[in-house]
Nanobody, 125 residues
């Protein structure tokens, strides 16, 4: 069983930055592909970013590419999401996700087995 705990959310003005963290309680963190997703009120959960087991490859949605950066520290069982140039439309509950099936799990919600409880990001205009 994998437990994921996100932190780092908050209220920020447009143009500002936040860094989200997600700590995993698992023995072999390096065996899990990781992703960040978000869900705004009244909308479906959507893909934000993902990385492979080693962290050597990263993937982003078009809406965040160039502004957000996903990274992982396998020694600390932690995945990060650095968010710069934030926009009001980035306001959502942000979730980290993990799955150990393959090195990369893609952009679909259903391909990840483990989820955190979410951390709220609110961007004011």
């Amino acid at each position: 069983q994998v437990q994921l705990v996100e932190s780092g959310g908050g209220l920020v003005q447009a143009g500002g930055s936040l860094r989200l963290s997600c700590v995993a309680s698992v023995g072999t963190f390096s065996m899990y592909a990781l992703g960040w997703f978000r869900q705004a009120p009244g909308k479906e959960r959507e893909f934000v970013a993902a990385t492979t087991r080693s962290g050597g490859n990263t993937y982003y949605s078009d809406s965040v590419k160039g502004r957000f950066t996903i990274s992982r520290d396998n020694a600390k069982n932690t995945v990060y999401l650095q968010m710069n140039s934030l926009k009001p439309e980035d306001t959502a509950l942000y979730y980290c996700a993990a799955d150990g099936t393959t090195s990369y799990r893609g952009t679909e919600v259903g391909r990840y087995d483990y989820w955190g409880q979410g951390t709220q990001v609110t961007v004011s205009s």
